[in-house]
Nanobody, 113 residues
Framework: QVQLVESGGGLVQAGGSLRLSCAASGIMFRVNRMGWYRQAPGKQRELVARINSDFSTNYADSVKGRFTISRDNAKNTVYLQMNSLKPEDTAVYYC???????WGKGTLVTVSS
C-alpha cells in the first residue's frame, strides 16, 4: 500500500520558517522524482519544488532563494525548508512521487501578515 504522509504545516507569521516532511512507503523511493506542490484557495495546484533521483532540483520562481527541497533516501523522506515566508505562500502543500504518480493528502500552511 502506497502512502505519502506530509507533516510540518501550521500557522506562522510572515518572515518565519517552517519545515515540511513527507514520509513515503510502498514505493521505490530512491528512483522517484519527489515534488512539493501547493494549492491556494481558488487557485490551481502548482509546482513548488522537486528533487530528482540524482538530487538535482527545480524550483518555482516565486520560491527561489527562500525554499529548499531535500531528500533522505535512507528514511524515504523528502523535506521542504521554507524560509522568509510570505502571506502568498498560504496554501495546502502536497507531496508527489513522480514515477509512481502518487499524492499525499496535504498539509496546510498559513502565513499571517
Amino acid at each position: 500500500q502506497v502512502q505519502l504522509v506530509e507533516s510540518g504545516g501550521g500557522l506562522v507569521q510572515a518572515g518565519g520558517s517552517l519545515r515540511l516532511s513527507c514520509a513515503a512507503s510502498g514505493i521505490m523511493f530512491r528512483v522517484n522524482r519527489m515534488g512539493w506542490y501547493r494549492q491556494a484557495p481558488g487557485k490551481q495546484r502548482e509546482l513548488v519544488a522537486r528533487i530528482n533521483s540524482d538530487f538535482s532540483t527545480n524550483y518555482a520562481d516565486s520560491v527561489k532563494g527562500r525554499f529548499t527541497i531535500s531528500r533522505d533516501n535512507a528514511k524515504n523522506t523528502v523535506y521542504l525548508q521554507m524560509n522568509s515566508l510570505k502571506p502568498e505562500d498560504t496554501a495546502v502543500y502536497y507531496c508527489h512521487a513522480g514515477a509512481s504518480n502518487y499524492w499525499g493528502k496535504g498539509t496546510l500552511v498559513t502565513v499571517s501578515s
